[in-house]
């Protein structure tokens, strides 16, 4: 039994799963009727949360950026309609830190494949040129992956388990760079084991929900903790995508990257906050 994963293949040999016919039919099944009721849960969570954050955050003492938002007990400041997304916007003594979640299979493939941006506007004002931006994961056409969520959400809790893993091997494979804009002393291009105070992280849990981390020193930031300035931050989910991929999977485009063009890309899903640190 095998899975495609961007032209590479996930063997589920005979001997690590000894299931009938019947068995896997049966467990295929199961999965297929309860996927309704995990949407209908989120659903219903969603219809309760503002679209855009409506207050500061204090963050756990426990918070990791690892991809996992249990330390939030998967519970969010908002959830986001145009882009999808559920998240929360929460800072500590010397960190902000944006915490994001993706039910939809169309939008998780959005989110791995188109990156997601994060833009700082100190200024509070939406046009400040010289606005801190990070866009994660960001890569070029050739290493960019896909997902079919929607084939894998369907799967019996076993197989599930199984390409979980595998779809998380692929991301760690894939994820290694982030872009960076505007942040004194970082690089334009960094990996995410740098050295700038900046961490990412993303994943897929068991039910296959996707999560992304981030977390940004506010002195990379140039914003003063003791500060009650207000400042506006953008989300931007896939940022400039191309029409007609493979596929149709999105992906960054930049002007330094040979073979895209710029005529086809269009911005996507994206919204506009405030914020103000939260004190402790």
């Known amino acids: 039994m095998y899975f495609v994963f961007k032209k590479r293949f996930v063997t589920l040999s005979r001997r690590s799963i000894t299931l009938t016919y ?3 039919n049966h467990l295929n099944l199961k999965g297929l009727l309860a996927l309704p009721f995990i949407l209908i849960t989120f659903i219903a969570a969603a219809q309760k949360l503002p ?4 207050a500061a955050v204090w963050a756990p003492a426990n918070i990791k950026i690892d991809g996992d938002a249990n330390e939030w007990n998967y519970k969010f400041q908002a959830y986001n309609k145009t882009a999808g997304i559920y998240y929360t916007l929460s800072n500590n003594e010397d960190h902000l830190f944006l ?3 993706a039910t939809d299979p169309d939008m998780i493939n959005k989110l791995v494949a188109g990156g997601l941006t994060l833009t700082i506007q100190k200024s509070g ?3 400040d040129k010289d606005a801190a931006r990070i866009i994660y994961p960001y890569f070029t056409k050739k290493n960019r992956p896909y997902f079919n969520i929607k084939a894998e959400q369907a799967y019996s809790p076993v197989l599930k388990d199984s390409v979980v ?4 091997k692929q991301l760690d494979y894939l994820m290694k760079t982030i872009s960076v804009s505007n942040i004194s002393g970082v690089d334009t291009l960094i990996t995410v084991n740098n050295e700038n105070d900046i ?3 993303e994943a897929f849990n068991n039910k296959l929900v996707y999560t992304w981390e981030l977390s940004l020193g506010l002195k990379q930031l140039g914003i003063n903790p003791a500060s009650a300035s207000k400042f506006a931050y953008h989300i931007s989910i896939g940022d400039l995508v191309i029409k007609s991929l493979e596929r149709k999977a999105e992906v960054n485009y930049t002007t330094d990257v040979a073979g ?3 005529s086809a890309a269009i911005p996507t899903y994206d919204f506009w906050g405030e914020y103000t640190l939260a004190k402790k």
């Open 165 to 168: 893993k595998a779809d998380n």
């Open 51 to 54: 679209e855009v954050q409506p």
């Open 125 to 127: 004002k939406k046009n």
């Open 260 to 262: 895209y063009n710029n």
């Open 99 to 101: 915490t994001v979640q």
């Open 22 to 24: 019947q068995t896997m």
């Open 199 to 201: 961490k990412v992280a």
